[in-house]
């Protein structure tokens, strides 16, 4: 448990210190600005003396130990080292030092070694021997690299720097870079134009780019951008950015300045995807109260800046979608318009891993939807879910070092959409699908370690087995429980305790929610015994009796049960709902063990109209059989008692609103209408109604079973967003969110349950079960 704490608070340190990798790419590039003294030495000599003592062995530049499928960086960062060496001339042993006072701090550079050539010759070295690279297609490209590499070889031809490659190398590269260059840009493709301008040089709009300048003088908060732009239009803005830079990183500049805030979030995702945020909740909080509090600024038409607010933060918003409705910032997700700007246009080669990626985040982003008509975010989702779904078929997406498990993940966002994803199933998938690391691309390559590490996959791993091992003692407990009270003699009723107890512990699985998880288990199992005894087990006459003992409550139970099988669920339930009182009173200073009781009894006369139904073969109308139907879900027994027990104090005021029956109504017709769509053959043979047949007979035989399916996938739609908005409604909301979550956790039960057949007669379940109960996660060291 030390060693748990240990690397707890090491994550801890993360939140208050962003650690982020230099460039050398962009150091060589901030190293070519000339000085304002004179033209002829550098303005950051600093940036020099970085790039000749950080040169690899191999003669590149670049992130040590760099992946052969990151040769296109290295090539980038190489020639772009090259040329800054070159333009000051040092390593060349003909170079004319100058004047003294102008020219000292490079006369040191050229006196500090005997030979400096030997940084080129070893860099010019490592881009002939890997010049092939530059156009192949299976190599990571960063971004703008057929733009930005083949202009630096126009740079270099400037400078008479003899490159080392054949003629047909170079006339590949150029021929691509004309191609990019004659795109039709939209306004979208003018702000790429504008971050890689470095790479576009004379060709370049200057004016147009520096439209594009921030309050911070920067363009995009690119060093490299921002050196290019000083170097042509010697903007005081660009060149104090660029001081600002240098001043915190010392003599050298990452690729991108500052990104403290993506850094941040990328950091909170992170850690809500492992399962272990709610050891970091004071910390996560005070990131997002920042990040969105905080005021951003955008270009006008004019070129000058304004503040944007909380529109310009949500570009942030479709990248943690999970993470802002997790913890309530769901108003700035509202209605995420701007990912429908420039449609389904990325401005990286299709296929790509990157491309691959921006079209995940936005297949998650376009999935919370709380609006009945949100036709932008519809398209986005069908259309990113047909993409992923084409590239994963034909095999584009493969591992990498970017991300070893691509298609894993890919495969695994489809296969288990948000309104399905249970929280610790995916906690369990991303923790074995965990990169460790911490290696992004843009212009070049860079790591954070508060982004992925060692540290976040430990910890993940321990909680999600100290967890476990607490859901095992429980379900031994449940199991006790059922032999205890005679459940297990019922031989006409389902035997499903470990998915009742699965239910709740995939969704309530903090330690200190054992009281949550086992009235939410036991209530389960009394559930479906009891449906399974309405359905098939009893008599009306049992039926009847059932009720009338749980209104009468205070009964001599051996007498006034007409059968062994009503005495056994009656002291079943009338245990139970003791037990529940009795802890909820502890727990909530009151009693509701009525309450509780007025649930069971709706649930019992709901089961009772429908047995009748079937025995008299009455028809009820659709909004008969639905008033009915949300409540025979037998839901409310489940999800309604565990609410005492997640923390805050209900009052009967709130368990009496109108909210607290919509969230209830919502939830349980979500999950009838996916039972009757799934049940509907099945029961049909039986005799029994459900929505999907009543449409039929209600049709008049104008509707088919297609028609009807379709009209109650709708529909089941419509009550899921509408479920979502209530659960993320602030303003007027009496229900805290936490109890509203508990909804939305067994709306989310219902839809994976039911997503391929009937779950609860299913075995497709079994393998999900185990992982989560069953089977520790091993140590992932060394992963």
């Not at 009338?548 to 062994?564: C, G, I, P, T």
Request: net charge neutral; glycine share 6%.
């Amino acid at each position: 448990m030390q060693c748990f704490e240990r690397t707890k608070e090491r994550i801890r340190k993360l939140f208050d210190s962003v650690n982020l990798s230099v460039s050398s790419y962009d150091t060589a590039w901030v190293a070519l600005v000339p000085s304002s003294i004179s033209s002829g030495v550098p303005c950051f000599p600093e940036c020099i003396d970085w790039l000749l003592d950080n040169q690899l062995r191999d003669g590149s530049w670049g992130l040590p130990h760099h992946h052969p499928l990151f040769m296109k960086d290295a090539l980038s960062s190489t020639l772009a080292s090259v040329i800054a060496l070159k333009r000051w001339g040092v390593g060349d042993e003909h170079i004319n030092k100058g004047i003294h006072s102008a020219y000292q701090r490079l006369d040191r550079l050229h006196k500090c070694s005997l030979n400096r050539y030997r940084f080129l010759v070893a860099g010019l070295h490592f881009i002939g021997s890997n010049i092939g690279s530059a156009t192949d297609a299976n190599q990571h490209s960063p971004i703008g690299f057929d733009i930005i590499f083949p202009g630096m070889i126009e740079y270099a031809k400037d400078l008479d720097l003899n490159l080392p490659f054949e003629l047909k190398d170079y006339d590949t590269v150029i021929q691509r870079r004309e191609l990019e260059l004659r795109r039709d840009y939209s306004e979208r493709r003018k702000s790429y134009s504008a971050y890689i301008s470095e790479g576009i040089g004379k060709l370049q709009d200057w004016e147009m780019v520096m439209t594009y300048q921030r309050k911070n003088g920067s363009l995009f908060n690119s060093p490299s951008a921002t050196a290019a732009a000083f170097m042509h239009f010697q903007d005081a803005g660009c060149l104090n950015y660029l001081r600002t830079v240098l001043k915190k990183f010392r003599n050298a500049v990452p690729t991108v300045y500052p990104l403290d805030i993506y850094i941040r979030l990328c950091m909170v995702d992170g850690i809500e995807r492992l399962g272990i945020e709610r050891h970091f909740r004071e910390e996560i909080r005070s990131v997002l109260d920042e990040t969105y509090s905080a005021p951003l600024t955008a270009p006008t038409a004019g070129g000058k800046k304004k503040d944007v607010g909380c529109r310009g933060r949500k570009r942030y918003s479709w990248t943690l979608p999970h993470v802002l409705w997790h913890f309530g910032y769901c108003g700035l997700m509202d209605p995420l318009t701007q990912i429908d700007e420039g449609k389904h246009e990325f401005s990286i080669p299709a296929g790509h891993q990157k491309d691959i990626n921006a079209a995940l985040e936005l297949y998650r982003a376009s999935q919370i939807i709380i609006y009945p008509d949100e036709s932008a975010l519809d398209e986005q989702h069908s259309w990113s879910s047909h993409f992923l779904k084409e590239k994963l078929n034909n095999g584009i997406i493969h591992a990498d070092i970017l991300n070893k498990y691509a298609s894993q993940e890919v495969d695994d966002a489809l296969k288990f959409p948000f309104h399905a994803s249970l929280e610790r199933v995916s906690s369990r998938r991303n923790i074995e699908h965990y990169n460790v690391d911490s290696v992004h691309i843009l212009k070049t390559s860079y790591c954070s370690p508060n982004i992925r590490n060692e540290d976040f996959l430990k910890m993940a791993v321990e909680d999600f087995n100290i967890c476990q091992s607490i859901h095992r003692e429980e379900l031994k407990h449940l199991e006790r429980w059922v032999v205890e009270h005679k459940l297990d003699k019922l031989k006409f009723a389902r035997q499903k305790s470990a998915y009742c107890y699965f239910s709740a512990a995939a969704t309530l699985f903090s330690p200190e929610l054992s009281d949550a998880r086992l009235s939410w288990a036991k209530n389960g199992v009394l559930t479906t015994v009891i449906d399974d005894f309405f359905d098939i087990g009893g008599s009306i006459e049992e039926l009847e009796n059932l009720i009338q003992l749980v209104e009468k409550w205070d009964v001599n139970v051996a007498v006034d049960s007409r059968s062994e099988h009503v005495q056994i669920l009656f002291s079943a339930l009338h245990n139970t709902i003791c037990e529940i009182g009795a802890k909820v009173f502890a727990f909530q200073g009151r009693s509701v063990t009525s309450h509780v009781i007025d649930i069971w009894l709706n649930l019992l006369n709901s089961m009772l109209r429908e047995a009748k139904w079937a025995r008299d073969k009455s028809l009820p109308t659709m909004d008969e059989y639905m008033a009915n139907a949300f409540v025979s879900m037998a839901l409310g027994p489940i999800v309604l008692p565990a609410l005492y027990f997640v923390g805050p104090l209900l009052s009967e005021e709130v368990v009496c609103s109108s909210e607290y029956q919509l969230l209830f109504k919502l939830m349980s017709t979500c999950g009838r209408l996916h039972n009757d769509i799934h049940t509907f053959e099945r029961e049909s043979k039986e005799g029994k109604l459900n929505a999907v047949s009543l449409h039929m007979i209600h049709g008049s035989g104008a509707v088919t079973a297609e028609d009807s399916i379709r009209e109650v996938k709708t529909s089941i739609v419509n009550q899921r967003r509408e479920l979502l908005g209530l659960v993320l409604q602030k303003k007027g909301s009496l229900l805290p969110r936490a109890c509203k979550d508990l909804f939305l956790n067994m709306s989310k039960v219902l839809h994976l349950f039911y997503m391929k057949d009937d779950g609860f007669t299913a075995h497709e379940m079994t393998g999900i079960v185990k992982a989560i109960i069953h089977e520790p996660i091993a140590s992932m060291n060394g992963k």
